[in-house]
């Protein structure tokens, strides 16, 4: 759900006067003074005020990102702040999810002093997520409400990105990527090398795997909150760190090489010595690039389609 999906300021308002049964006069004049703060592809955000506590409400057409929301609460730790989702449920046509509001502005907007600043905290977080006990579920890839993993095996989920789904969010990708010569190209070439490159024999870890879309918010030089865990996936750790690589010619304010120091000297500290970094990056660079080929041919963006394959191409070695 997007922009167009008809909630707006007073559709989220009259839900919420009917949602705390309150008089409408006093909620316009005294309570819930709602505003749009955010929206993305799939939903839109207004942020409120009621009962003396600040609130976020989301509506959206996918329940199933609300429930990932709800879950991945339970992995909050002081350097991993998650919003606290409070309820979710119906709302016109699809639904709707309250949780505490986040103040702050997206990681990707900080100057590269902000950056340098930031990058011990981001190390913590990614820390964070490598090191969450998620022994109590199982499976690899995307997972939601009950916590199980769409996969059995992480290369199964990484070559899902090559099949054809009934995922409606997915539209009809392969026919506009057929009309472009470089995309198809890309993407044949870009298969043919992760069927390659993928392997099982890596940490199962929780993983964010969208951090650079507004979905971290920093305040007063803190991280103040990571959420939106729509796209959340267990699996390797590096794959987040593979994220802002693959992107950071968007953000040059983000220090690459400083980040993976930081990363570096965690590691070393606690005794930890991954196998195969180099490897191991350039095949979720080769995912992200494939999987946001298949998202910009979905939703017609042909520049962000040609810019993808182009990083593609810039990031794997090829003849």
């Known amino acids: 759900m997007n922009k167009d999906n008809g909630i707006g300021l007073a559709e989220a308002q ?7 049964k309150i008089d409408s006069d006093y909620a316009l004049q005294i309570d819930l003074q709602v505003e749009l ?3 993305g592809a799939w939903s839109r955000c207004f942020g409120y005020r009621h009962g003396g506590v600040d609130l976020a409400i989301r509506f959206g057409n996918y329940v199933d990102d609300f429930e990932t929301d709800l879950r991945a609460y339970r ?4 350097k991993l702040p998650i919003p606290q989702v409070r309820d979710i449920g119906r709302a016109y046509a699809g639904y709707y999810t309250i949780a505490t509001r986040v103040y702050g502005d997206p990681l990707e907007s900080v100057d590269a002093v902000g950056w340098r600043e930031l990058v011990p905290q981001i190390a913590d977080a990614l820390e964070a997520m490598r090191t969450t006990d998620i022994a109590n579920t199982v499976g690899f890839g995307g997972w939601g409400a009950d916590g199980s993993g769409s996969h059995t095996s992480w290369s199964e989920h990484l070559l899902t990105v090559a099949e054809n789904s ?3 969010r997915g539209g009809d990708w392969q026919r506009v990527l057929a009309a ?9 070439w870009g298969v043919e090398l992760l069927r390659q490159s993928v392997s099982n024999s890596v940490p199962r870890c929780l993983i964010h795997a969208d951090l650079i879309n507004r979905n971290v918010l920093v305040d007063k030089g803190q991280i103040a909150g990571v959420f939106d865990w729509g796209c959340s996936r267990y699996g390797d750790h590096l794959y987040d760190l593979a994220w802002f690589e693959f992107w950071s010619p968007w953000y040059p304010e983000l220090d690459m090489e ?5 990363l570096a000297d ?3 500290a606690v005794g930890y010595d991954p196998h195969d970094v180099a490897g191991r990056l350039l095949t979720y660079h080769l995912h ?32």
Request: glycine content about 6%.
């Open 14 to 20: 009259a839900f919420l006067t009917d949602y705390y």
């Open 37 to 39: 703060i955010g929206e």
């Open 75 to 78: 992995y909050a730790t002081p």
């Open 166 to 168: 009934d995922n409606p």
């Open 180 to 188: 472009s010569p470089e995309g198809s190209e890309t993407f044949a």
């Open 258 to 262: 400083l980040l993976r120091a930081a």
């Open 266 to 268: 965690r590691w070393r």
């Open 288 to 319: 992200i690039g494939l999987d946001h080929l298949r998202y910009n041919a979905s939703i017609g963006d042909d520049m962000n389609l040609l810019a993808t394959a182009k990083r593609m191409r810039e990031l794997v070695p090829h003849d």
